[in-house]
């Protein structure tokens, strides 16, 4: 079994055919809710490039599928983004429809989408299948942020896919470095980060078959131990509010070897990290070769 990591994107749960309006959604970012929003006539947007599409129909008559995104529009990132999804039969009816909505589509990463569908005739098979963006429903934000950036932003790790009741169930760690908290800002946990994790399962020809998604990631401060290395700070001599704790007497207030100097001389260490996990859950079973784990920013 490969596993591969990759930056991308986040999405909404599938849904059944029915009318689209209010599927549109609102930014999560600092650099999107920062910025007035603009249409998709105003800047003159080419269209989302749907990159590959790709489904899987379940014992259950479920339809298990994942797409993914890029945006050619630089400079600016698409908010609320509504995919149609719909699947045809041989004699072109259409037999299954949706949408699925991205909230943020960066401009220079690929983004990745899940869901499912529900096959109402078991005994039709699904020949054409197409996802398609609504472009006249999207706001667009600029955006300053370099794809090398986003690339960078989430480090994914200890992926794992096993099986239970009758599902696949994918989990990992994701962590993302904070950094400092903005001028003004009271406390590191002014400082965080929202992300979307996707998986995407592919056959050995590289074809997306299926895919799922985890919901709500956060990352901020309080999920790990905040580093203090090279800011001068000596683990144990602060309090939870960053206030000083002074020393007993006769307490040593040198650091140990080890460990940063008070006066803030010591070497650079580790930013601020936050860690948690992820689990995401597919409601089936099939053959697969790869796994690509993509997240991306955004609720």
Same mark, same amino acid.
């Given at each position: ?23 549109? $959604? ?7 809710? #920062?910025?007035?929003? #603009?249409?998709?006539? @105003? ?43 719909? $699947? ?28 499912? #569908? ?53 989990? $990992? ?9 903005? @001028? ?28 799922? #998604? ?31 704790? @002074?020393?007993?007497? $006769? ?35 099939? @053959? ?12």
């Amino acid at each position: 079994m490969k596993l591969s990591k990759k930056l991308v994107a986040m999405l909404s749960a599938g849904v059944m055919a029915f009318s689209l309006v209010g599927l549109a $959604g609102c930014a999560s970012s600092e650099s999107a809710s #920062s910025t007035v929003e #603009s249409t998709t006539e @105003e800047i003159n947007a080419q269209d989302l490039e749907v990159t590959g599409s790709g489904f899987t129909v379940l014992p259950d008559n479920t339809v298990s599928y994942a797409f993914t995104v890029e945006n050619p529009n630089e400079g600016y990132i698409a908010n609320s983004a509504t995919f149609t999804i719909e $699947g045809y039969d041989a004699n072109d009816v259409m037999v299954i429809g949706g949408g699925e909505t991205i909230q943020e589509v960066y401009p220079g990463v690929t983004t990745a989408a899940a869901g499912t #569908s529900y096959l109402a005739d078991a005994t039709v098979e699904i020949a054409r299948f197409e996802v398609k963006p609504l472009m006249e429903n999207i706001l667009w934000t600029k955006t300053t942020e370099t794809p090398e950036e986003l690339n960078s932003m989430f480090q994914l790790s200890d992926q794992q896919v096993k099986e239970n009741d009758g599902s696949m169930v994918i989990t $990992g760690s994701i962590s993302a470095d904070l950094g400092e908290p903005e @001028e003004g800002a009271d406390s590191a946990l002014d400082r965080r980060e929202d992300a979307h994790v996707v998986a995407i399962l592919r056959d050995a020809d590289g074809n997306i078959i299926c895919g799922g #998604s985890a919901m709500g990631i956060m990352l901020d401060p309080s999920m790990t131990p905040v580093s203090t290395a090279g800011t001068g700070v000596v683990p144990g001599s602060v309090d939870e509010e960053g206030n000083p704790i @002074e020393p007993a007497e $006769g307490e040593m207030t040198e650091p140990v070897e080890g460990e940063p100097p008070a006066d803030g001389t010591g070497e650079e260490g580790e930013s601020n990290i936050a860690k948690t996990t992820y689990t995401i859950t597919i409601p089936g079973i099939v @053959e697969y070769a790869s796994v690509d784990i993509y997240a991306t920013p955004g609720i």
